[in-house]
């Protein structure tokens, strides 16, 4: 009788925890999020929920749609080391060309529209509307009028990243579900807070970076201080989210060193990236190995 007793209690099995990934806004920074995301598919885990702001959101949407980060990071590699593509189709949308921002020079004509740029960058793969993603999406945006963060996760998937990344000088502002928005950056850089209620660890990746140390100061072009002073708010939005409340993982690569527009250096900044994929294996393996 005792063994039939010992034999009838049940294994335990375990349980792996919810995890949600939050994908801050940065610019050319945020092409780090590559390495965050390879780091995710050498574990074999995938998040249950992503929130992205900016270009957060951009590789949220690619990498919720399915795709593996190693494809990301090929695309974004053939895309940006010759941008000559870009380049010509961006003549189509606006009078200037990329290297006027990339060499900082005062925009010429109008602003780019942000979904024409997205038709022009998104690889094959990426789905077109939030009920077709793989993984649920928060994607936010600012609301100009309502001078408010605004979370979209349902409905057209372009137009939301779009609206996502319209930072103000650089892209028109979107109208959307009868808004105005511009890039979410300006309300909620880095969205965990979106995300912590609905998991169980939350993993915040952090790419605003910070001030250049030893770097000779140089003033500033005109173009070039509005673009950075957004990034300078942004950074301060974060360290004091992260003041009141600090979530279960912040990843920081280490990012500073790069302009906000310097996305031909695409090759540079995946390689200041590559340590932060050791350091996230370790924290999601020890928060993995003390799960039940």
Aim: a negative charge.
């Amino acid at each position: 009788m005792a063994q039939q007793a010992e034999e009838s209690v049940p294994q335990q099995r375990r349980v792996d925890p919810v995890i949600g990934l939050a994908l801050g806004g940065g610019g050319a920074r945020g092409l780090a999020h590559i390495a965050v995301l390879e780091a995710f598919d050498e574990l074999g885990v995938r998040p249950t929920l992503i929130a992205g702001t900016s270009i957060g959101a951009i590789f949220g949407a690619g990498y919720a749609s399915g795709l593996e980060a190693g494809a990301i990071r090929d695309h974004a590699l053939a895309l940006l080391s010759k941008p000559t593509r870009i380049v010509r189709e961006l003549f189509s949308i606006r009078g200037g060309s990329l290297l006027d921002l990339w060499n900082r020079r005062p925009l010429s004509g109008s602003l780019m529209n942000p979904e024409a740029l997205l038709e022009i960058v998104f690889p094959e793969g990426v789905a077109r509307d939030f009920a077709d993603l793989e993984l649920p999406l928060q994607v936010i945006a600012t609301d100009f009028h309502r001078q408010e963060a605004f979370v979209m996760q349902e409905g057209p998937l372009l137009p939301a990243v779009a609206a996502s990344m319209a930072l103000p000088a650089l892209f028109r502002p979107v109208a959307h579900e009868g808004r105005i928005l511009v890039d979410g950056g300006l309300a909620n850089p880095l969205p965990f807070d979106l995300i912590e209620p609905r998991v169980d660890l939350t993993v915040a990746i952090d790419v605003t970076g910070g001030p250049v140390s030893g770097a000779e100061p140089k003033p500033p072009s005109p173009f070039e201080a509005i673009v950075a002073s957004s990034q300078i708010m942004q950074n301060a939005i974060v360290r004091e989210k992260l003041r009141r409340h600090m979530p279960d993982v912040v990843i920081r690569p280490a990012v500073e060193p790069f302009r906000v527009l310097e996305f031909y250096k695409v090759r540079q900044i995946l390689e200041a990236a590559a340590p932060v994929k050791d350091t996230l294996k370790q924290a999601l393996d020890a928060r993995l190995s003390a799960a039940p």
